[in-house]
């Protein structure tokens, strides 16, 4: 063996064994905590750092608790085998855009940030639409509705009362300047469209919607020994 091939079978037992050290080493997994928030501080896509409760973290979390209530909904959809499931993780995404917007608040933001995370009003006429489609096939309103019509029905009722909360912590930004009006009038707008589907669903499946009848609180009179004491 000459002394180039002496140096090359070298090398490539080093470099063997530099594979088989590497390969045992146990690989680094990420974590999920990373502790900048423990002072009660989250930072926007601005890199602005922002108490938790500021009225920025409070739309963004209340659009998180949204899209997890859809999804909730949606699975209960999807064993029915209904359709407009698809809607529902469109809409999810859509709402992760919405929560981009978000965290990116005009008074700290650049023109690059505002491009990137600009809503547009496609989602909500996308949303007109679907409520449009959905609303051929529902009976005429006559009477105030209660939360009701089957499990589906009333998880999409939650959804439209928590877009409702969603909205009015959106207002207050649109009105600073913080975030664009094409927010608060998706979100105004999907509310509509869960109150649809709400009663879509109850009509497919066959349930009968609660109608709201005002109550007249009369006091019925007492029964004989019925007043808590027990009768002589």
Same mark, same amino acid.
């Given at each position: 063996?000459?002394?180039?091939?002496?140096?090359?079978?070298?090398?490539?037992?080093?470099?063997?064994?530099?594979?088989?050290?590497?390969? =045992?080493?146990?690989?680094?997994?990420?974590?999920?905590?990373?502790?900048?928030?423990?002072?009660?501080?989250?930072?926007?896509?601005?890199?602005?750092?922002?108490?938790?409760?500021?009225?920025?973290? !409070?739309?963004?979390?209340?659009?998180? !608790?949204?899209?997890?209530?859809?999804?909730?909904?949606?699975?209960?959809?999807?064993?029915?085998?209904?359709?407009?499931? !698809?809607?529902?993780?469109?809409?999810?995404?859509?709402?992760?855009?919405?929560?981009?917007?978000?965290?990116?608040?005009?008074?700290?933001? *650049?023109? @690059?940030?505002? &491009?990137?995370?600009?809503?547009?009003?496609?989602?909500?006429?996308?949303?007109?639409?679907?409520?449009?489609?959905?609303? *051929?096939?529902?009976?005429?309103?006559?009477?105030?509705?209660?939360? =009701?019509?089957? &499990?589906?029905?009333?998880?999409?009722?939650?959804?439209?009362?928590?877009?409702?909360?969603?909205?009015? *912590?959106?207002?207050?930004?649109?009105?600073?300047?913080?975030?664009?009006?094409?927010?608060?009038?998706?979100?105004?707008?999907?509310?509509?469209?869960?109150?649809?589907?709400? *009663?879509?669903? @109850?009509?497919? !499946?066959?349930?009968?919607?609660?109608?709201?009848?005002?109550?007249?609180?009369?006091?019925?009179?007492? @029964?004989?020994?019925?007043?808590?004491?027990? @009768? =002589?």
């Amino acid at each position: 063996m000459n002394f180039s091939s002496a140096s090359s079978l070298l090398g490539a037992r080093k470099m063997s064994l530099t594979l088989i050290q590497l390969s =045992s080493e146990t690989p680094k997994i990420p974590k999920i905590y990373t502790k900048t928030g423990d002072k009660g501080f989250s930072s926007t896509f601005t890199g602005e750092r922002r108490l938790k409760d500021d009225q920025v973290f !409070e739309a963004l979390g209340t659009t998180d !608790e949204l899209s997890s209530a859809i999804g909730f909904a949606m699975e209960l959809i999807t064993e029915k085998g209904h359709t407009f499931a !698809e809607e529902l993780q469109k809409i999810q995404c859509m709402l992760q855009d919405v929560g981009s917007a978000l965290a990116t608040p005009r008074s700290s933001a *650049r023109e @690059a940030h505002l &491009k990137r995370t600009a809503f547009e009003v496609g989602p909500t006429l996308q949303l007109e639409q679907w409520i449009d489609n959905h609303s *051929r096939h529902l009976p005429p309103l006559t009477a105030f509705i209660l939360p =009701s019509g089957g &499990k589906s029905s009333c998880a999409l009722h939650f959804c439209r009362a928590v877009c409702r909360r969603a909205e009015r *912590r959106v207002v207050p930004l649109v009105q600073m300047g913080e975030t664009d009006a094409n927010v608060a009038k998706f979100l105004n707008r999907l509310s509509d469209y869960l109150f649809t589907v709400a *009663r879509y669903m @109850a009509m497919k !499946e066959g349930n009968e919607e609660k109608i709201y009848k005002k109550m007249t609180h009369q006091m019925e009179p007492e @029964a004989p020994g019925d007043n808590g004491r027990v @009768a =002589s």
